[in-house]
């Protein structure tokens, strides 16, 4: 018999005992007189070992099919000695069915042919059924898969025979995955892992199906929406062919000796779709993660199929948004490899985006939605509209977020680069109102005003130019003719000319000729609030240039130095009639516009209700200086008589006191303000006091020289009372003033300079602090007792 190609390796590798299949050798098939068995073994046991030494003859000299005729012989031999019976014979016999099976399994393997393929099988499975252990080795499985598919390989080639090529392929391939589990040499492992595979490939004519992304998943429109769900059947359990197909694929993968051939990626892509197919998503993604090589491209291409489906059909938010940022990476790695499907790859990506940032939106995580459309935003230059979107997008959530100075740079893209389109205008105006917002008045004014430019019919077009001619009043640069512009305009338009005059000149100091001529001007257009208030601040204004005293505030006073008292000074006649004249008015407008519907304007052109209260609280006050005043003016009789002085000084000391009550009902309600206004409430006591001390000291010492010592005593105490009270009143103006914490009129000045006066101390500012014993008066920045202070006599 000639020795076949290539038998001599398989014969070494396979052969337990390592004998050669030329010569027989005492490791192969034992000799006769080697086998020593007991007389009780009885003539089937001398048969099978007679039979064993023919066999162990012919595997040398005999044909194939001759030596197999002995083989079978021996086989029936040692069946009749029964199981166990004869070990020596048993162990011939297993030794010869070991060896004709590799011999001829390897024939089959090199030629194809039928008669070694007969024979080997007809030799195989007398192996199995008397020994099923020595059948089942890894080398013994690998032998007869490598038989079984050159088996199939020559009925293809010779007959076509689908049906016999089938069978012996599924023969090989239950072969191979035995060779396999029991554990091979690595390159046999690696030869029948590859064999397994093509093995399956056979039998299925081709690879399995295929994970078809547009079959399998929604694909998203732009804004990453499934609008056309893709019906799909659940996957349930894996069939018997696919079963075969991940058997074969795992097998393959698994093999050290395949990690670095040319088709291992492929293998892998082919095995994460068929998983896709069943929807096993982790083991598709860890596979397609972990492929190298040629076929990594398309294995990111896949992944970014399987990420999609994961976005579409998870359950979960959390999931979803997990799929998305997944692909978002996966599509920018495809797209940075230039793949075929970089395009389709680059619009799921941008869909994935536009959902991540609306789905953050919606979830009110606004840093997260603007960092989505400004990714977005990237790489939409050829889509000016989506683009424009995604500007507008990033805008709105980081102002949200409050990351102002990114809001601000979106909004102006938006406003500027997407100058067209018809979200423009909002950003513009958002842009404005962010920038007012932190105090940015020029860039916002400018915005404003590029709003009505650009779109004079747009909504909020009229706020925009009155938050726009506000703002130029506060920053004090009215746009040349705007005023004019407005006064000419339309009926609203004129009232807000009104209400901004009316903030530019009605104010605390205005000059009562400003007054009047908003008065005359703008007072109806202003409405009958803002009238009411220009008559209070015009007759505050008229009262003011009445008193010749220069620097006086409140009553029209004198005041001296060297503990030298106040005293009243009459008023000029034509502005204190005009004051008279605008009070008048004042005190029947404001009780009317001191309640009402707010203002339609907003801050700071609005005039509210308080506004109007406080105005009509300081014509109150006003009045009362004006009947303060006169009451402080009146005069004892000349002749001094002593009944007349006594009435005199009755009268005198009623009026003094109930200027106190009119005093303290003119602020009364000054919500908001109440330290302010006690302030002003001490400070015109004081005036009142400190006037009424100084005529009271001069006429007692007149009353004295008459002669009525006892009524010169009486004014003298009264006078002392009234010192008494102007150091209580002047102390209790600095309290509410440290109270209130601000001090735009400078009551508190005028406060420190009164009780300067009382103890006559002029050097340096004094600071009035409550002690323990009383009140006294100490050097600037001193406190208590650790300052040379001066005492005054305690309040009662």
Same mark, same amino acid.
């Given at each position: 018999?000639?020795?076949?190609r290539g038998f001599?390796?398989?014969?070494?590798?396979?052969?337990?005992?390592g004998?050669s299949?030329?010569?027989?050798t005492t490791?192969?098939?034992?000799a006769?007189q080697?086998?020593?068995?007991?007389?009780?073994?009885?003539?089937?046991?001398?048969a099978?070992?007679?039979?064993?030494?023919?066999?162990?003859?012919?595997?040398?000299r005999?044909?194939?099919r001759?030596?197999w005729e002995e083989?079978?012989k021996?086989?029936?031999?040692y069946a009749?000695?029964?199981?166990?019976?004869?070990?020596?014979c048993?162990?011939?016999?297993r030794?010869?069915?070991?060896?004709?099976?590799?011999?001829?399994?390897?024939?089959? +393997?090199?030629? *194809? /042919?039928?008669?070694s393929?007969?024979? =080997? &099988?007809? !030799?195989y #499975?007398? %192996?199995?059924?008397h020994?099923p252990?020595?059948?089942?080795t890894p080398?013994?499985?690998?032998?007869?898969?490598?038989?079984?598919w050159a088996?199939?390989?020559?009925?293809?080639?010779?007959?076509g025979?689908?049906?016999l090529?089938?069978?012996?392929?599924?023969e090989?391939?239950a072969?191979?995955?035995? +060779?396999?589990? *029991? /554990?091979?040499?690595?390159?046999?492992? =690696? &030869?029948? !892992?590859? #064999?397994? %595979?093509?093995?399956?490939?056979r039998?299925?004519?081709?690879?399995?199906?295929?994970w078809?992304?547009?079959?399998?998943t929604?694909?998203?429109?732009p804004?990453?929406?499934?609008?056309?769900p893709?019906?799909?059947v659940a996957?349930?359990?894996?069939?018997?062919a696919?079963r075969?197909?991940?058997?074969?694929?795992?097998?393959?993968?698994?093999e050290?000796g395949?990690q670095g051939?040319?088709d291992?990626?492929?293998?892998?892509?082919?095995?994460a779709?068929?998983l896709?197919?069943?929807?096993?998503?982790?083991e598709?993604?860890?596979?397609l993660?972990?492929v190298?090589?040629?076929?990594?491209e398309?294995?990111r291409?896949?992944?970014?199929?399987?990420?999609?489906a994961?976005w579409?059909?998870?359950?979960?938010?959390?999931?979803r948004?997990a799929?998305?940022v997944?692909?978002?990476t996966?599509?920018?790695?495809?797209?940075?490899?230039g793949a075929?499907?970089?395009?389709?790859?680059?619009?799921?990506?941008?869909?994935?985006l536009?959902a991540q940032?609306?789905?953050?939106?919606?979830?009110?995580?606004?840093?997260?939605?603007?960092?989505a459309?400004?990714a977005?935003?990237a790489?939409?230059?050829?889509?000016v509209d989506?683009?424009?979107?995604?500007a507008?997008g990033?805008?709105?959530?980081?102002?949200?977020a409050?990351?102002?100075?990114?809001?601000?740079?979106?909004l102006?893209?938006?406003?500027?680069?997407?100058?067209?389109?018809a979200?423009a205008?909002d950003?513009?105006?958002?842009?404005?109102?962010?920038h007012?917002?932190?105090?940015?008045?020029?860039?916002?004014?400018?915005?404003?005003?590029?709003?009505?430019a650009?779109?004079p019919?747009h909504r909020?077009a009229?706020?925009?130019?009155r938050?726009?001619?506000i703002l130029?009043?506060?920053?004090?640069?009215?746009p040349?003719?705007?005023l004019e512009?407005?006064?000419?305009?339309r009926?609203?338009?004129?009232?807000?000319?009104?209400?901004?005059q009316?903030?530019?000149?009605?104010?605390?100091?205005?000059?009562?000729?400003?007054?009047?001529?908003?008065i005359?001007?703008?007072?109806?257009?202003?409405g009958?609030?803002?009238?009411?208030i220009?008559y209070?601040?015009?007759a505050?204004?008229?009262?003011?240039a009445?008193?010749?005293?220069?620097?006086a505030?409140?009553?029209?006073?004198?005041?001296?130095?060297?503990?030298?008292?106040?005293r009243v000074?009459?008023?000029?006649?034509?502005?204190?009639?005009k004051?008279?004249?605008?009070?008048?008015?004042?005190?029947k407008?404001?009780?009317?516009?001191?309640?009402g519907?707010?203002?339609?304007?907003?801050?700071?052109?609005?005039v509210?209700?308080d506004?109007a209260r406080?105005a009509?609280?300081?014509?109150?006050?006003l009045?009362?200086d004006?009947?303060?005043?006169?009451?402080l003016?009146?005069?004892?009789?000349?002749s001094?008589?002593?009944?007349?002085?006594?009435?005199?000084l009755?009268?005198?000391?009623?009026?003094?006191?109930?200027m106190?009550?009119?005093?303290?009902?003119a602020?009364a309600g000054?919500?908001?303000?109440?330290?302010?206004a006690?302030a002003l409430?001490?400070t015109?006591?004081?005036?009142?006091?400190?006037s009424?001390l100084?005529l009271?000291?001069e006429?007692?010492?007149a009353?004295?020289?008459?002669?009525?010592?006892?009524?010169?005593?009486?004014?003298r105490?009264?006078?002392?009372?009234?010192?008494?009270?102007?150091?209580t009143?002047?102390?209790?103006?600095?309290?509410h003033?440290?109270a209130?914490?601000?001090d735009?009129?400078?009551?508190?000045?005028?406060c420190?300079?009164?009780?300067?006066?009382?103890?006559?101390?002029?050097?340096?500012?004094?600071?009035?602090a409550p002690?323990?014993?009383?009140r006294v008066?100490v050097g600037?920045?001193?406190?208590?007792?650790?300052?040379t202070?001066?005492?005054?006599?305690p309040?009662?």
């Amino acid at each position: 018999m000639t020795r076949t190609r290539g038998f001599g390796w398989a014969v070494a590798a396979l052969l337990l005992a390592g004998c050669s299949p030329r010569a027989p050798t005492t490791a192969t098939v034992r000799a006769p007189q080697d086998m020593s068995v007991a007389p009780s073994a009885g003539p089937s046991l001398a048969a099978c070992e007679e039979q064993a030494s023919t066999v162990q003859d012919g595997l040398v000299r005999l044909a194939d099919r001759y030596l197999w005729e002995e083989i079978d012989k021996l086989v029936r031999a040692y069946a009749a000695t029964g199981a166990g019976a004869g070990e020596p014979c048993a162990e011939a016999t297993r030794e010869a069915l070991t060896t004709v099976t590799l011999r001829w399994a390897e024939q089959g +393997a090199e030629s *194809g /042919g039928a008669q070694s393929h007969t024979l =080997a &099988r007809q !030799a195989y #499975a007398a %192996l199995r059924q008397h020994f099923p252990a020595a059948a089942d080795t890894p080398q013994m499985h690998h032998a007869m898969g490598r038989l079984e598919w050159a088996r199939a390989e020559k009925l293809t080639l010779e007959i076509g025979e689908r049906t016999l090529t089938d069978d012996a392929l599924r023969e090989a391939h239950a072969h191979h995955r035995a +060779a396999l589990a *029991g /554990g091979l040499p690595a390159d046999q492992a =690696a &030869r029948s !892992a590859r #064999a397994q %595979l093509d093995a399956v490939r056979r039998v299925y004519d081709g690879p399995p199906r295929r994970w078809v992304m547009s079959e399998q998943t929604c694909l998203p429109d732009p804004r990453g929406r499934c609008t056309d769900p893709v019906p799909r059947v659940a996957p349930g359990e894996l069939t018997t062919a696919d079963r075969e197909w991940l058997a074969a694929y795992d097998a393959f993968l698994a093999e050290p000796g395949l990690q670095g051939a040319t088709d291992h990626g492929q293998v892998a892509v082919e095995r994460a779709e068929l998983l896709m197919l069943y929807r096993r998503w982790d083991e598709a993604e860890a596979g397609l993660r972990a492929v190298t090589g040629p076929a990594r491209e398309q294995a990111r291409v896949l992944l970014v199929g399987l990420l999609l489906a994961r976005w579409m059909e998870s359950a979960g938010a959390g999931e979803r948004s997990a799929a998305r940022v997944a692909l978002v990476t996966a599509a920018a790695e495809v797209e940075a490899a230039g793949a075929p499907q970089a395009a389709q790859v680059a619009a799921l990506r941008r869909a994935a985006l536009w959902a991540q940032a609306e789905e953050s939106e919606a979830a009110g995580d606004d840093a997260g939605c603007g960092a989505a459309f400004e990714a977005l935003y990237a790489d939409l230059g050829a889509d000016v509209d989506a683009a424009a979107e995604a500007a507008d997008g990033a805008g709105r959530c980081y102002e949200r977020a409050g990351m102002t100075q990114k809001a601000i740079d979106w909004l102006e893209r938006m406003a500027d680069v997407h100058r067209e389109d018809a979200r423009a205008p909002d950003a513009v105006l958002q842009l404005a109102r962010l920038h007012e917002r932190i105090l940015n008045d020029e860039q916002a004014r400018d915005r404003y005003l590029d709003l009505v430019a650009r779109a004079p019919r747009h909504r909020a077009a009229a706020t925009a130019r009155r938050r726009s001619l506000i703002l130029s009043l506060r920053a004090g640069t009215l746009p040349e003719g705007q005023l004019e512009a407005l006064i000419r305009g339309r009926p609203e338009e004129r009232t807000l000319a009104a209400a901004i005059q009316f903030r530019a000149v009605i104010r605390p100091g205005v000059a009562p000729e400003a007054a009047e001529k908003y008065i005359e001007r703008f007072g109806k257009e202003g409405g009958p609030r803002r009238l009411a208030i220009a008559y209070a601040r015009a007759a505050e204004a008229y009262l003011r240039a009445s008193c010749p005293v220069h620097g006086a505030e409140g009553l029209c006073v004198e005041f001296g130095r060297d503990r030298t008292p106040a005293r009243v000074v009459p008023r000029l006649a034509k502005p204190l009639a005009k004051a008279r004249e605008h009070l008048d008015r004042a005190e029947k407008l404001l009780p009317e516009v001191s309640a009402g519907e707010p203002d339609k304007l907003e801050a700071p052109l609005a005039v509210d209700v308080d506004e109007a209260r406080a105005a009509s609280r300081q014509v109150a006050l006003l009045l009362g200086d004006l009947k303060a005043e006169s009451a402080l003016t009146s005069q004892p009789p000349k002749s001094l008589d002593p009944t007349r002085s006594r009435a005199w000084l009755d009268v005198r000391k009623d009026e003094v006191e109930r200027m106190s009550a009119v005093y303290e009902g003119a602020t009364a309600g000054a919500a908001g303000g109440r330290d302010q206004a006690a302030a002003l409430i001490e400070t015109r006591k004081a005036q009142v006091y400190e006037s009424d001390l100084a005529l009271l000291d001069e006429v007692a010492a007149a009353v004295e020289q008459a002669g009525d010592v006892g009524l010169a005593q009486q004014m003298r105490d009264l006078a002392a009372q009234r010192r008494e009270a102007v150091f209580t009143a002047y102390a209790r103006c600095i309290d509410h003033v440290a109270a209130w914490g601000h001090d735009p009129s400078g009551q508190s000045a005028l406060c420190r300079a009164g009780l300067g006066r009382l103890v006559g101390r002029y050097e340096e500012p004094l600071e009035y602090a409550p002690d323990i014993d009383g009140r006294v008066l100490v050097g600037a920045g001193a406190t208590g007792r650790s300052q040379t202070a001066v005492p005054v006599l305690p309040s009662r």
